[in-house]
Nanobody, 120 residues
Framework: QVQLLESGGGLVQAGGSLRLSCTASGRTFSAYAMGWFRQAPGKEREFVGA????????YYVDSVKGRFTISRDIAINTVYLQMNSLKPEDAAVYYC?????????????WGQGTQVTVSS
């Protein structure tokens, strides 16, 4: 049973930083991609970025490039989302997700989400 557990959300002032963590368990993730998504009230869920577990290749949506960084610690099965220069529009519930790299389908596994609030 794959489980993804996010942590690290909270309240931050605009311009500040937060680091979200996602600890994965239940299988070997070497052939997986780990993604971060977010959903603000009244909006659709949005892809933020992803990392390939084995090689560490990262991908980001344009709106966060240069501000957000995804990394992983293989030894503890944890993926991070470092968020700098936060803007009020970054406020959302952030979700961690996982899928097999070889899959062309959607992400299969999801965490419960962690709230990020950015005050202006």
């Amino acid at each position: 049973q794959v489980q993804l557990l996010e942590s690290g959300g909270g309240l931050v002032q605009a311009g500040g930083s937060l680091r979200l963590s996602c600890t994965a368990s239940g299988r070997t993730f070497s052939a997986y991609a780990m993604g971060w998504f977010r959903q603000a009230p009244g909006k659709e869920r949005e892809f933020v970025g992803a990392i390939k577990w084995n090689l560490g290749n990262t991908y980001y949506v344009d709106s966060v490039k240069g501000r957000f960084t995804i990394s992983r610690d293989i030894a503890i099965n944890t993926v991070y989302l470092q968020m700098n220069s936060l803007k009020p529009e970054d406020a959302a519930v952030y979700y961690c997700a996982a899928k097999a790299v070889a899959s062309e389908g959607p992400f299969d596994y999801w965490g419960q989400g962690t709230q990020v609030t950015v005050s202006s």
